[in-house]
């Protein structure tokens, strides 16, 4: 079977099936037109007006029953293919000299014997840079990367971008290792692993709360006009706008909500299988599965909202949503269970790139040369001792010692803050220390970060072992459940409050907008502020008696809500530590690590710290990452 890439007629990081408004602008704009239009009987121009809006919906289902063309890339050449399996626009493959994509806005260029065309941007045509890549080559038909834009082709051919294109190339030879590797998968875990999309701010309850809102306030505002009698053109410009402006709030709502439905991966041994919200989503079967890709955009370096499988054959398996995930912890988790990952993100420097061979020659042409230290900057000496090359201090900008896959890096920087060399030190003949302690002396900027953070983790473990050592704490008694943690009195009191006052603002809108039908201001104020403010005060307590609560255990640390339902729980012999993270902005979020130290949860959750820490130490959940205890080792010296 020939290599063929399907793009997608869609977005693939948002659930299939889904029925999204078309053309809600245009249709905001014949609403408020229809609005205007001296229409009797009054009943039929609230009617025209509300068919208007709810016409986005019904032109959507309609559009999302048919089906829409799509791109395919074969041996026959690119074409677009439309409803049947008719062919729309056809490049075949004899007439395609190369295909080219542009790195600043992702556009797809065909190259041809006569000039070149280009047809927009690679995503819009449904396919993503990897794939299209890859299969590109598979198929024999030339590709490259090049700088700039797609405007920039026209008025000549822009240079290629090399460190782009490597970045496909690696990852191409990354997949073709996993896809033809003759050693089996490391076997994972037998327990599948869960992972869902990191919680958003404002939540989705409070976004479709204000839609809803907007929508009553639309449809409120129609209905009044309707009863009201005869209209004016003041009445109709007012109603108008209400409607227009409704179905604008209504349709943001609604693509907002789309675009941050929260994802849920089921991670096991033998497949993987994904959520959308409360909708099963696609699965993967890991026989299937040679490799998949997970990480940044080769191209543009963002973080994409779809994963890739690959299967043996380095066809593409299928586009994984994956918006709002953790790419760290995707692919780790994914790892640990017997999936291949490829990542196309930035790798550890390779020693091609970096060592001698960046350096000039006459390192590599000295026999027993060595790099040395002293108040006149760096030098390299022969075997004698002799220094026959120098970089004096003056052109030195700084020093770093660092650390890449085990081993003790340098890199020095010139007076302008860029990157002269960086070699190993074991290529130097020099040790961390030597360099370090001869830079100082010298008076030259160095730095060296991973010895100072050595040095603070063994200074604060000394101090830690002269204080008294804890009492061990007490065993559970039999039969303990656990102790249930909610959050603060104050934030509590927040929430009441900020509910009420919500309520109220409306109230008095309300008592504004409709007061002169309803006996005036102060009368309608009069039973609006309570009736605000018992709604707020009912809204409120159903949802601080249903609100989520932190329970341990000596079996489990778990959340569960005020009726009982587990939202999510961690055995007790799966959690390395428990800490609060408090390194972003917001409230302090409480962090579980797993034994290995990989992040397992982050809830959005603010109980009393020190009352969790007490119950944490009543159990015996450790506090803090569970290498916070460790000795620290110190950096290697080659």
Same mark, same amino acid.
């Given at each position: 079977?020939?290599?063929? /890439?399907?793009?997608?007629?869609?977005?693939?990081?948002r659930p299939a099936g889904r029925r999204r408004p078309a053309a809600g602008g245009p249709f905001a704009l014949l609403t408020l037109l229809v609005a205007l239009l001296p229409i009797r009987p009054v009943w039929l121009w609230a009617a025209l007006v509300a068919a208007a809006a709810a016409a986005p919906w019904a032109l959507?289902?309609?559009?999302?029953?048919?089906?829409? &063309?799509?791109?395919?890339?074969?041996?026959?050449?690119?074409?677009?293919?439309?409803?049947?399996?008719?062919?729309?626009?056809?490049?075949?493959?004899?007439?395609?000299?190369?295909?080219?994509?542009?790195?600043?806005?992702?556009?797809?260029?065909? #190259?041809?014997?006569?000039?070149?065309?280009?047809?927009?941007?690679?995503?819009?045509?449904?396919?993503?840079?990897?794939?299209?890549?890859?299969?590109?080559?598979?198929?024999?038909?030339?590709?490259?990367?090049?700088?700039?834009?797609?405007?920039?082709?026209?008025?000549?051919? @822009?240079?290629?971008?090399?460190?782009?294109?490597?970045?496909?190339?690696?990852?191409?030879?990354?997949?073709?290792?996993?896809?033809?590797?003759?050693?089996?998968?490391?076997?994972? &875990?037998?327990?599948?692993?869960?992972?869902?999309?990191?919680?958003?701010?404002?939540?989705?309850?409070?976004?479709?709360?204000?839609?809803?809102?907007?929508?009553?306030?639309?449809?409120?505002?129609?209905?009044?006009?309707?009863?009201?009698?005869?209209?004016?053109?003041?009445?109709?410009?007012?109603?108008?706008?209400?409607?227009?402006?409704?179905?604008?709030?209504?349709?943001?709502?609604?693509?907002?909500?789309?675009?941050?439905?929260?994802?849920?991966?089921?991670?096991? &041994?033998?497949?993987?299988?994904?959520?959308?919200?409360?909708?099963?989503?696609?699965?993967?079967? %890991?026989?299937?599965?040679?490799?998949?890709?997970?990480?940044?955009?080769?191209?543009?370096?963002?973080?994409?909202?779809?994963?890739?499988? #690959?299967?043996?054959?380095?066809?593409?398996?299928?586009?994984?949503?994956?918006?709002?995930?953790?790419?760290?912890?995707?692919?780790?988790?994914?790892?640990?269970?017997?999936?291949?990952?490829?990542?196309?993100?930035?790798?550890?420097?390779?020693?091609?790139?970096?060592?001698?061979?960046?350096?000039?020659?006459?390192?590599?042409?000295?026999?027993?040369?060595?790099?040395?230290?002293?108040?006149?900057?760096?030098?390299?000496?022969?075997?004698?001792?002799?220094?026959?090359?120098?970089?004096?201090?003056?052109?030195?900008?700084?020093?770093?010692?660092?650390?890449?896959?085990?081993?003790?890096?340098?890199?020095?920087?010139?007076?302008?803050?860029?990157?002269?060399?960086?070699?190993?030190?074991?290529?130097?003949?020099?040790?961390?220390?030597?360099?370090?302690?001869?830079?100082?002396?010298?008076?030259? &900027?160095?730095?060296?970060?991973?010895?100072?953070?050595?040095?603070?983790?063994?200074?604060?473990?000394?101090? %830690?072992?002269?204080?008294?050592?804890? @009492?061990?704490?007490?065993?559970?008694?039999?039969?303990?459940?656990?102790?249930? /943690?909610?959050?603060?009195?104050?934030?509590?009191?927040?929430?009441?409050?900020?509910?009420?006052?919500?309520?109220?603002?409306?109230?008095?809108?309300?008592?504004?907008?409709l007061g002169d039908d309803l006996g005036g201001f102060g009368t309608t104020l009069a039973w609006a502020a309570p009736l605000g403010l018992l709604v707020g005060l009912a809204g409120s307590w159903r949802y601080d008696r249903d609100r989520d609560r932190l329970r341990v255990s000596a079996a489990e640390i778990a959340v569960?809500?005020?009726?009982?339902?587990?939202?999510?729980?961690?055995?007790?012999?799966?959690?390395?530590?428990?800490?609060?993270?408090?390194?972003?902005?917001?409230?302090?979020?409480?962090?579980?690590? %797993?034994?290995?130290?990989?992040?397992?949860?982050?809830?959005?959750?603010?109980?009393?710290?020190?009352?969790?820490?007490?119950?944490?130490?009543?159990?015996?959940?450790?506090?803090?990452?569970?290498?916070?205890?460790?000795?620290?080792?110190?950096? @290697?010296?080659?």
């Amino acid at each position: 079977m020939d290599h063929e /890439l399907v793009g997608s007629s869609g977005d693939d990081s948002r659930p299939a099936g889904r029925r999204r408004p078309a053309a809600g602008g245009p249709f905001a704009l014949l609403t408020l037109l229809v609005a205007l239009l001296p229409i009797r009987p009054v009943w039929l121009w609230a009617a025209l007006v509300a068919a208007a809006a709810a016409a986005p919906w019904a032109l959507g289902a309609l559009r999302g029953r048919r089906p829409r &063309p799509y791109w395919r890339l074969s041996a026959a050449g690119l074409e677009r293919v439309g409803p049947g399996g008719t062919v729309l626009t056809r490049y075949e493959r004899s007439r395609i000299v190369e295909l080219a994509l542009t790195v600043d806005d992702g556009a797809l260029i065909v #190259f041809h014997k006569f000039g070149r065309v280009s047809l927009g941007k690679l995503t819009r045509l449904g396919f993503d840079p990897a794939s299209f890549f890859v299969t590109a080559r598979r198929l024999g038909i030339p590709i490259h990367v090049l700088t700039g834009d797609a405007a920039g082709t026209e008025d000549g051919t @822009p240079p290629p971008d090399r460190a782009a294109e490597r970045r496909l190339l690696d990852l191409e030879a990354d997949l073709l290792a996993a896809a033809h590797t003759l050693e089996p998968a490391p076997a994972g &875990p037998g327990a599948p692993v869960e992972l869902a999309s990191m919680p958003t701010e404002p939540s989705p309850g409070r976004v479709a709360a204000l839609g809803v809102l907007a929508g009553l306030l639309a449809g409120i505002g129609l209905v009044r006009a309707a009863l009201t009698g005869p209209l004016d053109l003041a009445d109709r410009i007012t109603a108008g706008c209400w409607a227009a402006a409704g179905l604008l709030v209504v349709l943001l709502t609604q693509r907002w909500l789309a675009r941050h439905t929260p994802v849920r991966w089921t991670i096991g &041994p033998d497949a993987v299988r994904i959520r959308y919200g409360r909708a099963d989503g696609p699965s993967l079967r %890991s026989v299937e599965t040679a490799a998949l890709v997970v990480g940044s955009d080769p191209l543009g370096g963002r973080d994409p909202a779809i994963t890739l499988a #690959f299967d043996h054959r380095l066809r593409l398996l299928a586009r994984l949503p994956a918006r709002g995930l953790d790419p760290f912890q995707l692919a780790h988790a994914l790892d640990e269970r017997g999936y291949r990952v490829v990542s196309p993100d930035v790798r550890v420097p390779r020693p091609s790139a970096y060592g001698l061979d960046e350096l000039p020659e006459i390192f590599a042409q000295v026999p027993g040369g060595r790099l040395t230290v002293d108040g006149e900057g760096l030098g390299w000496a022969d075997g004698a001792g002799d220094v026959v090359l120098r970089m004096p201090d003056d052109r030195i900008g700084g020093l770093e010692l660092l650390t890449i896959s085990g081993h003790a890096w340098l890199r020095v920087y010139d007076s302008d803050g860029d990157e002269f060399f960086a070699a190993p030190l074991s290529a130097l003949r020099i040790s961390r220390t030597d360099l370090r302690d001869s830079a100082r002396r010298a008076g030259l &900027p160095v730095t060296d970060a991973e010895y100072d953070a050595y040095l603070s983790a063994a200074f604060h473990g000394a101090v %830690s072992a002269l204080s008294a050592d804890p @009492p061990p704490p007490d065993p559970a008694p039999p039969g303990d459940s656990g102790v249930t /943690l909610d959050a603060t009195r104050r934030s509590r009191l927040l929430a009441y409050a900020a509910t009420v006052l919500l309520c109220e603002v409306v109230a008095v809108l309300g008592a504004l907008w409709l007061g002169d039908d309803l006996g005036g201001f102060g009368t309608t104020l009069a039973w609006a502020a309570p009736l605000g403010l018992l709604v707020g005060l009912a809204g409120s307590w159903r949802y601080d008696r249903d609100r989520d609560r932190l329970r341990v255990s000596a079996a489990e640390i778990a959340v569960v809500t005020g009726r009982g339902r587990v939202a999510w729980r961690q055995a007790r012999s799966g959690v390395g530590g428990v800490g609060i993270d408090d390194s972003q902005e917001g409230p302090p979020r409480l962090v579980v690590w %797993s034994p290995a130290g990989r992040v397992l949860r982050r809830v959005s959750l603010p109980p009393d710290l020190g009352e969790l820490r007490r119950v944490c130490e009543r159990y015996g959940l450790p506090w803090g990452p569970p290498d916070a205890h460790r000795p620290a080792s110190p950096p @290697p010296e080659l």
